[in-house]
């Protein structure tokens, strides 16, 4: 068989790769010949592996033609002997697919590094045939299975690195065999069992780390045995027992993190010295007790120090020669004895020149505050001391720390003034003074922290006034004075700025004056409490424009007048206090419309008329109205007399009205039967006139429904911009093409969900249109508020505008709160829709285009043409047990629940699953039908592998960039919050509705995640 026949036979196995030795021992061939027909199994397998990778976006495979050798490849190394492929490297290539099985045919492969991808599905067991592999390297991907036991064919490994993936079952007792393993890595990934004892007889290992995992029992003792080992991580497990003592032995140890378990017992005397190489020591969140061993002093290389969370007990010792300790955490520990000499060591952390977070809060720690504080090293960021029994005052030396930003001394018994040089900290984020015996004026000073995201004094002895500078600290989110002895006015630059969005807590204090009205500037504030004031004059009407509000406390103040009608805007307040006051006139309707207002109390003041009986007012828990003497009717548990308007006056009076009565019978009677006439004639001729006036009026106010005023085009028509009112009153006009089909449907569906809704985050309509047009033709609108800013989708994907645009170069970008604060607003309408109106509606087609803007950047959910009454709010059909329904797939490709393609009918999961999509897009900027998703890969997927250590990456990067005049939320907890947003995302797509996260949970998670990220 000559040559030209071999390369025939060999063509023929490229399906199922050949193996070269067995062509060259078949046909006796030379060695020559094995060497040739060794690359092309080589090339072959690389063409396989290719064809297993379904996502190429870097273009990576390009170059993995014949146009040149294999060993030119992007990615592969060759050796230079035999010019066989001994490496192949993909990292970081946002590959997705799977790792081919012929993979195992790569024989005189050594390294395999894929890590940092999007791959899946199982490994691979034919790895366990790459006998010359020295280093497998596939962690940070989305792999799934357990681990192969055929790796323990690789018997010269060192390096096993599998970490952050979804590999489930136990480590494999088969891999003890792997006697070369140096490095053995599966973290973050879904692992149980036990840490198996034979990882004590891999005497070759030195990093072992498992952390995040499910794995339980207690540490083995053989770890002992591991002289080599210099990396332990075993953190955020199911761990118990105690650290067997040999372990301690182990010289050469670098890393122990062993935090986040059920471990306990205490730590040897000797520490320091028997783990003299040490660079961080993590035991955090676990059941230690004790003592902290002085000799860890000894440990001159110890960077990070954990132990937070824990029953150590006595006093921390000198750390004076750990000159590189960067952080040090003993949070939440019973240390100290509550006295003099508690804070000694604290001298010893001037030696420490790169500390960067000093947390020894929570503990029971007395003494004085020292003065050399101050000559800690400049690069201290996080200084937490709070919660401990210190006193003294703070010293004023602690402004030389100019890179601080967080500085906790809150719970503690300092006292003195607040020193004026706390305003030279340019950095600092966050200041918490409170519950101190703190005297004297706030600083003006303080006005100068441009970067203060969160200030609070409460519960100290302050006097005088707020400091108007404060106004200057423009990314101030909450300002915290409860419960002092200020005094004076409340200036108009504090109570007016913009950027207080958390909360603002000005009671328990002794401020006069009214209310300023700059108060409406607080239209992101969450909570606002100024009870137990002497603030007097009328509740200004521009309170109403706080539309976030929450919880508005007032209690116990001068205040007088009426209750303003605005506030009937705040839709969102959950509790309101007006108790204790001088308020007069009737209790406003609009408090009934207050859908989730839980608690209103509006006791003890001079309110009259009738009590209503609906909303709040059902519950006589939730309302009180108690010391209003001139108040009737309500529900019976108020107790309150009966309303009664109107009585007979007197005798005389009766016997006129009778008369009255008697002559003006006739008269009625003939005046009824004429208007009756009048009006059927009325009818007639103006019934079709009346319609023609509707049409005509929208008609005008669009200019003809020109194409200069269209705003869009949707499924079933289109929208158009209109004035009314001669230009006092912008509308945006549905108009349904009656052409198409399911347009007329679409109409009465959205009709029928608009009239039995109202929420702060539905698209308000204000009228409808069903009427003719100017040619006879049948004429149907919907007429609605106009949302100035547009829709969503306008600012995730805007289209370019033209040259000669007014506003040409102004950038459509959305920083992270704002697109947070639309995402807890969609998700607030749906929580509305699902589970507070009569029947449950679901949308059906939720997606960026139909989320609008108005003038705040408050999002509104309109569009409701495919909405549906649902009256099973969990409704789930299993596909596999429900025959098909006839409604067809709802919505938009992409945001559409996978199980409406599958016939189920439409339930509140479908639009969890739309929301979970529509978050996604928010914070990635990719749509769900974005050209990169193909395949496996779509926008679910692409999320969820990346996350959490990937997120900056995938997310719009636009959220990293701090613009002027936004808030600086500090890039760590730009990414932590972003982590969980997404997180929401991924846990509201999933493919199964009964795992989807509730919309309710998503509320509250994303409320929590804004209180986070703004401190």
Same mark, same amino acid.
């Given at each position: ?398 402004? !030389?720390?100019?890179? =601080?930003?967080?500085? $906790? /001394?809150?719970?503690?018994? &300092?006292? #003195?003034? %607040? @020193?004026?040089? *706390? +305003? ?96 409406? !500037?607080?239209?992101? =504030?969450?909570?606002? $409490? /100024?009870?137990?004031?002497? &603030?007097? #004059?009328? %509740? @200004?009407?521009? *309170? +109403? ?118 002559? *003006? +019978? ?35 106010a669009t200019g003809g429904f020109s194409p200069n005023n269209l705003l869009g085009v949707g499924s079933f028509g289109s929208v158009y911009k209109g004035i009314l009112d001669e230009g006092r009153k912008t509308i945006a006009v549905k108009v349904l093409n009656l052409l198409q089909r399911g347009a007329a449907k679409s109409f009465l569906a959205e009709c029928e969900a608009l ?224 982590i969980s947003i997404l997180g929401i995302g991924v846990a509201c797509s999933t493919n199964q509705p009964g795992e989807r996260m509730n919309i309710i949970e998503v509320v509250a998670q994303l409320h929590m995640i804004k209180k986070k990220l703004v401190g």
């Amino acid at each position: 068989m000559g040559h030209s026949n071999l390369s025939s036979l060999v063509s023929l196995c490229s399906t199922t790769i050949c193996s070269a030795l067995v062509v060259v021992s078949v046909l006796g061939i030379g060695s020559t010949t094995y060497a040739i027909e060794g690359k092309e199994a080589d090339r072959l397998a690389l063409l396989e592996f290719k064809k297993g990778i379904t996502h190429d976006p870097f273009m990576v495979f390009s170059s993995w033609n014949n146009s040149i050798g294999f060993c030119q490849w992007q990615g592969v190394t060759c050796g230079h002997r035999h010019r066989r492929v001994t490496k192949l490297r993909l990292v970081a290539q946002n590959l997705v697919g799977s790792i081919s099985p012929f993979i195992g045919n790569l024989s005189f492969l050594r390294c395999l590094h894929l890590q940092s991808n999007s791959l899946i599905h199982e490994i691979p067991p034919e790895i366990g045939r790459l006998r010359r592999l020295r280093e497998l390297r596939l962690h940070n991907n989305t792999i799934s299975g357990r681990i192969p036991t055929n790796v323990s064919g690789c018997m010269h490994i060192e390096v096993l690195s599998l970490a952050n993936n979804y590999l489930v079952g136990e480590i494999p007792v088969d891999l003890s065999s792997l006697s070369k393993l140096k490095k053995f890595s599966v973290g973050y990934n879904r692992l149980k069992g036990i840490i198996p004892p034979f990882l004590g007889n891999l005497s070759s290992l030195e990093v072992l780390s498992a952390p995040f995992n499910n794995l339980s029992g207690s540490i083995p003792h053989s770890l002992g045995n591991l002289m080599n080992l210099e990396y332990i991580a075993l953190g955020a497990n199911l761990l118990s027992g105690t650290i067997p003592a040999r372990i301690f032995n182990l010289s050469s140890i670098t890393n122990f993190d062993v935090g986040v378990n059920q471990i306990h017992g205490s730590l040897p005397l000797d520490l320091g010295i028997t783990f003299p190489n040490l660079q961080n020591l993590a035991l955090s969140f676990n059941q230690f007790t004790g003592s902290i061993p002085p000799s860890i002093s000894n440990a001159s290389n110890l960077g990070f120090l954990t132990i937070a969370g824990n029953n150590f007990t006595g006093n921390i010792p000198s750390l004076e020669k750990l000159q590189k300790l960067q952080w040090l955490s003993t949070t939440g520990n019973p240390l100290g004895r509550g006295e003099a000499d508690d804070l000694s060591f604290l001298f010893s952390l001037t030696n420490a020149t790169i500390l960067e977070l000093l947390a020894v809060n929570n503990n029971s720690l007395g003494g004085v505050l020292p003065k050399y504080i101050s000559n800690f090293s400049s690069t201290l960021k996080v200084f937490l001391i709070d919660e401990n029994n210190i006193a003294g005052i703070i010293p004023s030396g602690i402004s !030389n720390l100019f890179n =601080l930003e967080r500085l $906790y /001394l809150r719970n503690n018994q &300092l006292s #003195g003034t %607040i @020193p004026h040089d *706390l +305003g030279k900290l340019q950095n600092l984020q966050e200041m918490l003074l409170s519950d101190n015996k703190l005297s004297g004026n706030i600083p003006d000073s303080l006005g100068n922290l441009s970067r203060l995201i969160r200030l609070d004094l409460k519960s100290n002895n302050l006097q005088g006034s707020i400091p108007s500078s404060l106004g200057n600290c423009q990314s101030l989110l909450s300002l915290d004075l409860y419960n002092n002895s200020l005094s004076g006015a409340i200036p108009p630059q504090v109570i007016g700025l913009s950027s207080l969005s958390v909360y603002l807590d000005l009671s328990q204090n002794h401020f006069t004056g009214s209310l300023p009205i700059e108060v409406g !500037n607080l239209k992101n =504030l969450g909570a606002l $409490y /100024l009870s137990e004031n002497m &603030l007097s #004059g009328e %509740i @200004p009407s521009s *309170l +109403g424009s706080c539309i976030k509000m929450e919880y508005l406390a007032m209690e116990e103040n001068l205040f007088l007048g009426t209750i303003p009608s605005s506030l009937g805007s705040l839709r969102g307040l959950q509790q309101l206090d007006l108790s204790r006051n001088n308020l007069s006139g009737k209790i406003p309707d609009f408090f009934v419309d207050l859908k989730v207002l839980e608690l209103l109390n509006l006791s003890y003041n001079n309110l009259e008329g009738l009590v209503p009986i609906g909303g709040v007012f059902k519950n006589s828990t939730a309302t009180s109205v108690v010391g209003n003497n001139l108040l009737c009717g309500g529900i019976p548990e108020m107790e309150l007399p009966k309303c009664n308007f109107g009585e007979p006056k007197k005798k005389k009076k009766l016997t006129i009205i009778l008369i009255v009565f008697g002559i *003006l +019978g006739t008269t009625f009677v003939i005046s009824f039967l004429f208007i009756c006439w009048l009006r059927k004639k009325r009818t007639e001729s103006t019934s079709n006139s009346s319609e023609n006036m509707s049409y005509q009026s929208l008609s005008k106010a669009t200019g003809g429904f020109s194409p200069n005023n269209l705003l869009g085009v949707g499924s079933f028509g289109s929208v158009y911009k209109g004035i009314l009112d001669e230009g006092r009153k912008t509308i945006a006009v549905k108009v349904l093409n009656l052409l198409q089909r399911g347009a007329a449907k679409s109409f009465l569906a959205e009709c029928e969900a608009l009239r039995n809704i109202r929420h702060r985050n539905l698209l308000k309509v204000l009228t409808v249109c069903s009427s003719v047009d100017f040619h006879g033709n049948d004429f149907k609108a919907l007429v609605y508020e106009f949302m100035i800013h547009g829709s969503l989708e306008d600012w995730l994907h805007p289209v370019a505008q033209d040259q000669d645009e007014e506003h040409e170069h102004e950038p459509r970008n959305l920083n992270l709160y704002q697109r947070l604060n639309i995402a807890i607003d969609v998700a607030s309408a749906l929580e509305y829709l699902h589970y507070h109106c009569q029947m449950p509606i679901v949308h059906c087609d939720l997606k960026p285009s139909n989320v609008l803007l108005d003038d705040e950047m408050v999002g509104h959910v309109g569009d409701f043409g495919l909405a549906k009454f649902s009256p099973k709010v969990n409704h789930i059909i299993n596909s596999s047990n429900e025959q098909s329904s006839s409604i067809g797939i709802r919505g938009t490709i992409g945001y559409t629940a996978p199980e409406y393609g599958m016939g189920n009918e439409v339930s509140v999961y479908g639009d969890v699953y739309s929301y979970g999509i529509l978050l996604l897009e928010m914070f990635t900027k990719k749509g769900p039908t974005d050209g990169m998703f193909q395949g496996a890969l779509d926008l679910h997927s692409f999320v969820k592998v990346a996350l959490p250590h990937r997120v900056m990456e995938i997310t719009d990067p636009i959220l990293f960039q701090e613009r002027e005049g936004e808030r600086n939320f500090g890039r760590n907890k730009i990414q932590e919050c972003l982590i969980s947003i997404l997180g929401i995302g991924v846990a509201c797509s999933t493919n199964q509705p009964g795992e989807r996260m509730n919309i309710i949970e998503v509320v509250a998670q994303l409320h929590m995640i804004k209180k986070k990220l703004v401190g």
